[in-house]
């Protein structure tokens, strides 16, 4: 705090371009980090995926969830990005790089960035069919949605009538990273 | 009151359209946007056959959440995260 030349903690972005593996790497290498643990979620089995982001919600998601993993398992670094557009066969679409004192903390910290970010950052992913077209993948429900084929009546809280509070206008997702990232703020 | 909706994904697809405008009461809750997106309209089937959340001003919303015409809502189909 109050230095500049302080490197930034969290390395958040959405990007149309190729990723780096090895820059994440360098991103994240700290004098006191003996750990520096990478994944890289790579396109497989399709020609190619297109990956379409809603911005800037899908950053502030994964800054939110980098800062959250950094505090729940004492990381000294937390490095992510995420492509948009079309990935071919074989590239990375995501690269999550993190470093530790530690490689348990190290191996524990990217494990959970990694699920999480799948779990909550607002992407989706297109695949090529074999013999031409594409599909949009049936992936994992967003945090706090309403089930499918459930009726209006199911869906809705019994109303008072009272005044409507704004307070508590949103609420997060109830995953350990939600907690620890309320305990962070 | 009009509130103006972000899509995404299959969602934006099926609309045709970035965004879909929906007329509300005043004091409506993200339930009343979704209920009115699932009765009619463009969406309607694929709200019925996917799970779908809302995001106010770029947070997930609880279904109580209490909208404003000057919110930003997006609609979110599920995401792409699959297996591990």
Redesign the interface.
């Known amino acids: 705090v109050g230095s500049s030349a302080l490197r930034e903690s969290t390395h958040v972005r959405v990007t149309r371009a190729p990723l780096s593996a090895a820059a994440l790497a360098r991103l994240v290498s700290r004098p006191g980090a003996g750990a520096i643990v990478l994944f890289q979620g790579i396109t497989r089995e399709v020609a190619y995926l297109d ?2 982001a ?1 911005l ?2 899908a950053e ?1 998601r994964m800054e939110s969830i980098a800062r959250a993993c950094l505090a729940a398992h004492s990381l000294q670094a937390v490095a992510v990005e995420h492509r948009v557009g079309r990935v071919a066969l074989g590239e990375a679409s995501v690269v999550v790089a993190v470093s530790a004192a530690h490689r348990r903390e190290a191996f524990a910290g990217a494990s959970e960035m990694i ?1 999480t ?10 695949e090529a069919r074999d013999g031409g077209g594409s599909h ?14 459930s009726s ?1 009546a199911q ?3 019994p109303q008072s009538g009272a005044p ?3 307070a ?6 109830q995953s350990p990273v939600a907690q620890a990232r309320r305990q962070a703020r | 009151m009009n509130v103006e909706v ?1 899509l ?3 969602l ?2 099926r609309a045709g359209s970035p965004t879909v405008v929906l007329e509300l009461p005043e ?1 409506a ?1 993200v ?2 946007a ?2 009115k997106l ?2 009619s309209g463009p969406l309607a089937e694929a ?20 909208l ?1 015409a000057e919110d930003e809502l ?1 609609l ?7 297996s ?1």
Request: hydrophobic share 40%.
């Open positions: 990956y379409e809603y800037p919600m502030e699920d970010i799948k779990a909550e950052a607002p992407v989706w992913k297109r949009w993948v049936d992936g994992t429900a967003a945090p706090r949605s309403r089930a499918p084929q209006a869906s809705r809280a409507q509070s704004s508590g206008r949103s609420s997060e997702p | 972000k995404f994904g299959l934006r697809e004091g809750v339930a009343d979704l209920d699932a009765s709200i019925a056959r996917v799970s779908v959340a809302m995001a106010v001003n770029r947070e997930y919303a609880d279904p109580q959440t209490v404003a997006a979110i189909p599920p995401l792409s995260g699959g591990r």
